[in-house]
Nanobody
Framework: QVQLVESGGGLVQPGGSLRRSCAAS????????MGWYRQAPGKQRELVARITSEGTQKYADSVKGRFTISRHNAKNTWYLQMNSLKPEDTCVYYCNAEIRRLPREDPYDYWGQGTQVTVSS
């Protein structure tokens, strides 16, 4: 079994910062990519940031320059540093990982439990 556990999140004022973390545990051979998604009520889940095992990063245009994704491969943990937060960043945030449990297995998507981030004064 594979489990993703998130931490961080909560309420922050506009212009403030939050740091999210996600840790993967269980039967893991490798993690091809780690990421963060978010979903607002009535909207589709969207990519916020993604980082591959080689370090290639991708960000949504709306968060470029404000959010930074990083990883600690040895700990199967990754982070999302969110700075200059805006009310429109208010969402449920989910961590995601593309994980191979066996050497020749195709990667499979795993998701964290989701955590509310609210940006409000």
């Amino acid at each position: 079994q594979v489990q993703l556990v998130e931490s961080g999140g909560g309420l922050v004022q506009p212009g403030g910062s939050l740091r999210r973390s996600c840790a993967a545990s269980g039967s893991i051979f490798s993690i091809d990519a780690m990421g963060w998604y978010r979903q607002a009520p009535g909207k589709q889940r969207e990519l916020v940031a993604r980082i591959t095992s080689e370090g290639t990063q991708k960000y949504a245009d709306s968060v470029k320059g404000r959010f930074t994704i990083s990883r600690h491969n040895a700990k199967n943990t990754w982070y999302l540093q969110m700075n200059s937060l805006k009310p429109e960043d208010t969402c449920v945030y989910y961590c995601n990982a593309e994980i191979r449990r066996l050497p020749r297995e195709d990667p499979y998507d795993y998701w964290g439990q989701g955590t509310q981030v609210t940006v409000s004064s």
